[in-house]
């Protein structure tokens, strides 16, 4: 490819609203653009790369036995309503009438869809087991699109559904799915961590994410340094080790607290260490109050805290309803307290002795509180979130925590869809059985973003082979027609080979072409210029390496083929 004939708009500067260094280079290499908030179009260079990572993700699929469909973007909200996700999907999902009224999503993912084109065509066991699946655009209407197009509102997913006659089959079908996912991610060059995550209040079930570790990630992992425990904070749990406080249990009494609120300053007023506290937040669980309580220097984990209530939604409760629900404003609530309120307790508290909290009252506090005697332990959970530090769950070990980029999920989805849609198969009794659903997402977008985020240097994006969008950047270093057609020459010779090329063929300095070059980051440069025109001599070099090689003419091809094959090894 002729880059006269290309279009590679680089940008010299660095965008001012790209806060990460893939969604900088990536707008800098001239491979996306900006549409509007949260929506990016790629151009034909990033296109390439991205349809790379789809060759990769299609052929490992295929490899797994996996079958592609093709399913429409417009969901209609009959089959939502079905499974009861029409309401529990809530505003991220974008909803659309036709003109007759007839109302529609825009599929931020396709359980539903794929669960009723299965209903409608498999009807026995002989059929199964069966693993469908597409690469199509998902759309979500996220609270923050960011990062470019790591959390845009429409993306590219690659997702797939499997359907198993029992457990043992599902276990080979999410088997299969996670081989396949460390083939991909490898072949892609990117290094994962695969981790446990959040299943949901459905619960017990497997789900893993792939994970790539970054600064700029939102999730937060904890990996055990000595044995294979790694989990999502969402989900990781960690073994408590606090000793349950000693001497005799102190009378409960009042303390006047004036403007005393936050953790800190009660630490402060107290003379005494956060854990001491009993923090008692009010939240509203799909709409009704419940009252969390956990010690003052753990965070509440809302995802523990809304399995644990079997709640679609948990958020915090608005001012006015803490004070309607504790008789006191924010900062003074406790579970001390002859109101009706549900309450649920992290089990460190039952630990607490002699702790202080929230007396339900303006400017007041109890001290001296203890539980069993002062209040009921009611209703007991996990829901705290692990941090780093914590004894691992399952060795003890003093657990790293890290941030990650979800690069992919997957997930033993159960019944959920077979049984709330009502798909079954005859089994061999001739008796109609539900079968049981695991499904398997990747962000190939958000994959790209990865690969870049893991591959770059002060220079620009440095591609691993596998997913480059050309092979190798041939500059030329012509004055002369004569030169110029000598290099045409090579460029012919390297096209003519297979080899995917991208020929800057620019009347522009040798400077400009190098520096577009490393920005671009293809994974081998060849120039041709004052060497060759000499001695007869092309240079080579690879992106990752900052010593170039003079070749031969005779010997460039075969030196080029075997770059080619030794870049390509690293990544399978
Ligand atoms: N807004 C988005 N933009 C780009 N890719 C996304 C987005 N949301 C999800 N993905 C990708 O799709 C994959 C499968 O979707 P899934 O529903 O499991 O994501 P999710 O749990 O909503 O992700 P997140 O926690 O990041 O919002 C994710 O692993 C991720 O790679
Ligand atoms: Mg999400
Ligand atoms: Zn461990």
């Known amino acids: 490819m002729r880059f006269t004939r290309y279009l590679v708009p680089t940008?010299?500067?660095?965008?001012s609203d790209a806060a990460v260094t893939s969604h900088r280079l990536m707008l800098r290499a001239g491979l996306i653009r900006k549409e509007s908030a949260g929506m990016y179009l790629y151009l034909p260079l990033g296109f390439r790369a991205l349809r790379k990572i789809i060759d990769i993700v299609r052929e490992e699929m295929e490899r797994a036995g996996a079958l592609e469909f093709l399913m429409p973007e417009l969901t209609s909200a009959d089959l939502w309503r079905e499974s009861g996700r029409w309401e529990a999907m809530g505003r991220e999902m974008i909803r659309i009438k036709d003109r007759n009224g007839q109302e529609y999503a825009l599929a931020p993912t396709h359980e539903e869809a794929f669960t009723a084109a299965v209903r409608s065509i498999v009807s026995s066991y002989r059929d199964l087991p069966l693993n469908a699946y597409q690469i199509n655009t998902k759309f979500r209407d996220e609270i923050r699109p960011r990062y470019g197009v790591m959390r845009s509102k429409?993306?590219?997913?690659?997702?797939?559904?499997?359907?198993?006659?029992?457990?043992?089959?599902?276990?080979?079908?999410?088997?299969?799915?996670?081989?396949?996912?460390?083939?991909?991610?490898?072949?892609?060059?990117?290094?994962?961590?695969?981790?446990?995550?959040?299943?949901?209040?459905?619960?017990?079930?497997?789900?893993?994410?792939?994970?790539?570790?970054?600064e700029v990630g939102e999730e937060v992992l904890l990996l055990c340094p000595d044995c294979a425990y790694k989990a999502n904070q969402e989900r990781a749990e960690y073994k408590r080790t606090e000793p349950k406080g000693g001497g005799p249990a102190e009378e409960l009494r009042v303390v006047d607290t004036p403007n005393v609120k936050t953790i800190d300053e009660l630490a402060a007023f107290f003379k005494c260490g956060a854990e001491r506290f009993l923090k008692s937040l009010i939240y509203l669980a799909d709409g009704k109050p419940v009252m969390a309580v956990v010690p003052g220097d753990r965070?509440?984990?809302?995802?523990?805290?809304?399995?644990?209530?079997?709640?679609?939604?948990?958020?915090?409760?608005?001012?006015?309803?803490v004070e309607d629900v504790t008789g006191a404003p924010v900062g003074f609530a406790g579970p001390v307290t002859k109101k009706k309120i549900r309450a649920i307790f992290d089990p460190a508290i039952s630990n607490a002795h002699n702790a202080i909290t929230g007396a339900n009252e303006r400017d007041r506090h109890f001290a001296g509180v203890n539980p069993e005697r002062d209040f009921q332990i009611t209703e007991q959970a996990d829901i705290t979130s692990a941090v780093k530090g914590d004894a691992c769950p399952r060795c003890g070990a003093a657990m790293n925590e890290r941030k990650g980029i979800e690069v992919g999920h997957i997930f033993k989805l159960g019944y959920k869809y077979t049984k709330s849609m009502n798909l079954t198969v005859l089994d061999e009794s001739g008796k109609a059985v539900h079968p049981i659903m695991g499904c398997y997402g990747i962000g190939v977008n958000r994959t790209m973003a990865a690969v870049?985020?893991?591959?770059?240097?002060?220079?620009?994006?440095?591609?691993p082979m596998t997913v480059a969008p050309f092979q190798a950047h041939l500059v030329a270093i012509?004055?002369?027609?004569?030169?110029?057609?000598?290099?045409?020459?090579?460029?012919?010779?390297?096209?003519?080979?297979?080899?995917d090329v991208l020929y800057d063929d620019r009347r522009a300095s040798a400077g400009v072409k190098f520096a577009d070059a490393d920005l671009i980051g293809m994974p081998i440069r060849v120039?041709?210029?004052k060497s060759y025109f000499k001695d007869g001599e092309i240079e080579v070099k690879l992106r990752s390496e900052s010593e170039a090689k003079r070749v031969p003419k005779d010997e460039f091809l075969g030196h080029i083929r075997g770059l080619i094959e030794k870049e390509w090894g690293r990544y399978t």
């Open 11 to 15: 940008l010299r500067e660095d965008p």
């Open 154 to 214: 429409e993306f590219i997913m690659k997702d797939a559904y499997s359907f198993d006659m029992d457990e043992e089959g599902l276990e080979r079908s999410y088997q299969a799915m996670r081989r396949a996912y460390r083939n991909i991610f490898s072949r892609c060059g990117i290094d994962t961590i695969p981790v446990e995550a959040d299943t949901g209040s459905m619960g017990g079930s497997d789900s893993e994410e792939f994970m790539v570790a970054s």
């Open 299 to 321: 965070e509440i984990n809302e995802v523990k805290l809304k399995n644990a209530l079997g709640a679609l939604e948990v958020e915090l409760a608005p001012d006015s309803v």
């Open 452 to 463: 870049i985020e893991q591959h770059n240097d002060e220079k620009g994006i440095v591609w």
């Open 478 to 499: 012509a004055k002369t027609d004569e030169e110029t057609a000598a290099v045409d020459e090579i460029y012919d010779m390297l096209s003519g080979a297979g080899i």
């Open 527 to 529: 120039t041709v210029g």
